[in-house]
């Protein structure tokens, strides 16, 4: 129920481009369509005219100066941003250009644990020196969560010559901390904060939603679009903060230009302009009618004993009503519950060893009785257990890479099973997929919670991006124990 239009710039002028009926003389090679696949020409027939080229009227993303930069313009005007630049990278290309823009070699930063693995590939690429700092759990879950008001406090005394802070916000499952505080800590050392917003991009609707990043004061955000609003996937959005100084802005900008492809897809920035200008036009009434859908689905989960649903404490803590957590209560893990729920033709976002992630659009699903009935039938079968998740509170630690990436080059290598290879320093990350958080780091000392947590998320059936370090053993420094 829209009662709101807002203008599209870049989908106004491509759609204008291709009412001319051009004849193509130019990329891409599929010829404005005619020239395809015949598996995909009938599904991609209405695609092909949006997959254009930087051609007379349609801008160039790495000098906007019209339809794109209009477009951008309108999502910093939305998401009150000082400025706004799209990503056709995901947000990937975003956390890359914000430690290489802010950063200089061996440049120290205060980072977030719980990183997506793209702020520790840029630690990894651009030799900057990380600080970690361990998160949170969730009294509940089990689930990291962000770094506590103490931590930051204790890191910005310690370590006052970092450039910047990296905070992750929401978390994969859409559950926030107290990020407004924690900034004011950052700004207070004269640091700068930057926050990998993946997961929310539609914050900026506001309450019952949790306060975006950049309202709360946030230098430079990052969001994924195409993970909660409707638009393609890789496509996301950078935001500068009104305060941010020009030079700051400048570097980032010179690094996209690097990073990002010469030739960048417009379907991607037509679909986030769409997405920015759909987003827009939702009401209140949408608003409710959206989370009213969520609740009721919720409703009828709590009725089925073999689930049981999370409910997340309010203050300080708060969570994104459109992600739904449920905890197994039966002696299936959650990745045999993902697994259950995929031949019930239900596809969920993640698992982990006790939980699934549902994440709801920003629409009202017509589809929740069907949804309900068949996660019903699927675990109907199952004993109810107790299944009791006990939380073990870790040292909220500031640590060091034992070796940093630079030298990492340096020292020869070996495999050893992962119950030998505690007290050595990893020579590769530990990817488990999805959330896509390292477990492990290069240039990390291997501890015992490493250990468990491997041997645990392994006989849960996680997956792991690369080789399975329990199965292949893991990569490690020729190096003495370390003290």
């Known amino acids: 129920m829209k009662h709101k239009y807002t203008k599209t710039p870049l989908i106004d002028a491509i759609q204008a481009h291709f009412k001319r009926e051009p004849i193509s003389l130019h990329v891409p090679g599929h010829k404005n369509g005619e020239l ?3 598996s995909l020409i009938e599904d991609f027939k209405h695609v092909h005219k949006y997959d254009v080229t930087e051609l007379e009227g349609l801008d160039d993303l790495h000098d906007a100066t019209g339809a794109i930069h209009e477009a951008e313009q309108a999502a910093a005007r939305f998401y009150h941003a000082g400025e706004t630049l799209f990503l056709v990278g995901g947000s990937t290309v975003g956390n890359l250009a914000m430690v290489k823009g802010l950063c200089e070699q061996q440049d120290q930063i205060l980072i977030q644990r719980n990183s997506h693995k793209s702020l520790f590939n840029a630690i990894e690429l651009f030799q900057v020196e990380p600080i970690f700092l361990t998160p949170e759990l969730e009294k509940e879950t089990g ?3 962000g770094p506590s008001i103490k931590t930051v406090e204790r890191a910005v005394q310690q370590f006052p010559k970092a ?4 905070l992750t916000y929401p978390t994969y499952y859409g559950a926030t901390y107290e990020l407004k505080q924690i900034i004011k800590v950052a700004h207070e050392a004269g640091m700068l904060v930057c926050v990998d917003e993946a997961h929310g991009a539609h ?10 990043a950049l309202l709360l004061g946030a230098d430079i955000v990052v969001q994924s679009a195409h ?7 890789m496509g996301s959005y950078l935001h500068f903060h009104h305060t941010l100084a020009v030079d700051s802005k400048s570097k980032i900008k010179k690094v996209l230009t690097m990073l990002q492809s010469s030739s960048p897809s417009y379907l991607i920035m037509a679909a986030l302009d769409g997405a920015r200008a759909y987003t827009e036009e939702i009401v209140q009434e949408d608003i ?3 989370l009213a859908g969520v609740q009721s689905f919720i409703n009828e989960l709590a009725t089925i004993p073999q689930l049981k649903v999370i409910k997340r404490e309010s203050s300080p803590y708060s969570s994104d009503p459109l992600k739904v957590t449920i905890k197994s209560c039966t002696t299936l893990t959650g990745f045999e519950l993902q697994r259950l729920f995929y031949d019930a033709g239900v596809d969920v976002e993640l698992a982990d060893d006790m939980h699934l992630l549902l994440v709801f659009g920003l629409t009202f699903n017509k589809k929740v009785p069907e949804i309900i009935n068949r996660i019903k039938k699927a675990v109907s079968s199952y004993a109810v257990i107790d299944k009791e998740n006990k939380v073990v509170e870790t040292e909220k630690k500031i640590s060091m890479l034992h070796v940093a990436p630079h030298q990492l080059k340096q020292f020869d290598t070996k495999k050893l099973k992962v119950e030998k290879a505690e007290g050595y320093i990893a020579a590769e990350a530990i990817i488990p997929y999805p959330p896509g958080i390292p477990l492990i780091f290069p240039g990390e000392k291997v501890d015992n919670e490493v250990v468990k947590d491997l041997k645990k ?3 849960a059936g996680a997956f792991f991006q690369g080789t399975n370090p329990v199965v292949n053993g893991l990569e490690v420094l020729e190096l003495e124990e370390v003290e």
């Open 36 to 38: 395809f696949h015949s």
């Open 143 to 145: 689930h990291a969560l």
């Open 163 to 166: 450039k910047a802070l990296f």
């Open 203 to 212: 914050f900026v609707l506001g309450e019952p939603f949790p306060p975006s």
């Open 227 to 233: 993970k909660m609003l409707p638009a393609l996937t």
């Open 288 to 290: 409710d009618i959206m």
């Open 457 to 459: 998320l392994y006989e």
